[in-house]
């Protein structure tokens, strides 16, 4: 929090949602209570294993309500995945997500 430029990447964590998911909620806890949703990133630094099963369990994944309230850090909501997911990555590289979107024809 004492850099405005640091942000952090569960890029090389992801995986512990599906093979530990205990020490993956304590390590989403401390990133969302130090950092918030807004200063954490995806990258895919995966060159030997596909991501997309971690990816799927990342977006079903809840933290248990135990860490919630012993970190006092709030529930990983869709909003904050979404963030983390992409949206925080596109903010910080400047692109315009709802324009890309409409150019795609994906908007509605």
Not at 74 to 84: D, V, Y
Request: glycine share 10%; charged share 25%; hydrophobic share 40%.
């Amino acid at each position: 929090m004492r850099y405005p430029n640091l942000y952090a990447s569960i890029g090389a964590t992801v995986n512990f949602v599906v093979r530990s998911p205990r020490v993956f909620a304590e390590t989403m806890a401390k990133l969302l209570f130090w950092c918030g949703e807004d200063k954490i990133i995806y990258g895919g630094e995966t060159p030997i294993w596909h991501p997309r099963g971690a990816l799927k369990a990342f977006w079903e994944f809840d933290l248990p309500e135990d860490i919630v309230q012993g970190y006092g850090c709030g529930q990983l909501t869709k909003e904050a995945k979404k963030k983390i997911l992409g949206l925080n990555l596109a903010r910080l590289h400047g692109f315009d997500v709802e324009e890309k979107k409409r150019s795609l024809g994906l908007a509605a």
